[in-house]
């Protein structure tokens, strides 16, 4: 199994119906695989608009159970281009129980895991908590012939105690599929800072844990459908960082975007000979972690 990777990321705006959109995904990942990509990362729910930004019950009908249509087209695609493939998924897992899941497809088509996004938010413009049950399969790496993949789905990223128990399952890179954007009434002050803190927290998890990070979000203006708020203009930036924080690749913030990064899984046991953190953790001193808060 090749330490080299090449990782392919699509920074996709949504502005199609469900079937358009799904077709330009489809041709985003065979154009990367066709340049080499063997690892192909999309953006959090990626085959519709970013519904969450209201509370409607038809919105369930958008979700579909595991295996289902979704899962059958990616596994084709991941299948015919021979390319390992990180999907985003509205799942029905029954009647009232959905969740919010990562599906990986490993070169032979075959599903290589799930992971269910664990933490979720509820705020203005993101009201996830309305129709997603956090995951209940816990932080569990995924392995493909790639090597041993630990994802995660968007607001997992801003927790430093998933990405470490990610890293101490064995994970080799951590993913996060994303949807974050701003407000359109921030300022650009503001703006700057939160998207600031969303990259920092990021390279931190991959300093702390000795691992490449591969963030890929959203790009794009997308209009509130109560027409309650001015929509959410999704940030862009989609990045990989290397296991000492570096920033190997950042996309615009604006466009859509297909690129290739090289990623050197090599480089991690290079960094924590250097950098041994999981050797000095103090695992006796750490039970208050499990508490809500401790004055």
């Not at 705006?13 to 340049?35: C, D, H, S, T």
């Not at 615009?252 to 000095?280: C, G």
Request: aromatic letters at 10%; charged letters at 20%.
């Amino acid at each position: 199994m090749s330490r080299k990777l090449k990782v392919g990321i699509v920074q996709q705006a949504v502005n199609e119906p469900i079937g358009p959109n799904m077709q330009k995904l489809g041709r985003n990942i065979e154009a990367l695989a066709a340049g080499g990509a063997n690892l192909v990362v999309l953006q959090e729910l990626h085959n519709t608009p970013y519904f969450c930004q209201t509370e409607d019950t038809r919105m369930f009908d958008l979700a579909e159970t595991i295996p289902g249509p979704s899962t059958e087209y990616f596994s084709a695609i991941a299948a015919r281009c021979g390319v390992v493939i990180v999907t985003s998924l509205f799942e029905k897992r029954a009647v009232g129980l959905y969740h919010n899941t990562a599906v990986v497809f490993d070169a032979d088509g075959s599903i290589a895991g799930v992971y269910r996004k664990m933490h979720i938010p509820d705020d203005p413009g993101y009201y996830e908590k309305f129709y997603f049950t956090p995951g209940d399969i816990g932080f569990q790496p995924i392995d493909t012939s790639v090597g041993r993949l630990g994802v995660m789905v968007c607001w997992d990223q801003w927790y430093p105690e998933a990405a470490r128990l990610m890293a101490l399952a064995g994970a080799e890179i951590l993913i996060y599929p994303t949807a974050i954007g701003w407000d359109p009434a921030d300022t650009d002050d503001e703006q700057m800072r939160q998207l600031g803190a969303w990259q920092t927290v990021q390279r931190g998890h991959a300093v702390a844990n000795g691992l490449p990070v591969v963030t890929v979000n959203r790009v794009g203006h997308e209009p509130d459908p109560s027409g309650v708020t001015s929509g959410a203009c999704f940030w862009g930036n989609s990045f990989v960082a290397g296991p000492q924080g570096e920033i190997l690749y950042q996309a615009p913030a604006n466009q859509e975007v297909n690129a290739i990064v090289d990623v050197d899984l090599e480089r991690s046991e290079s960094v924590r000979r250097i950098w041994p953190f999981l050797r000095d953790r103090r695992i006796e001193n750490y039970g208050d972690i499990t508490k809500r808060f401790r004055l």
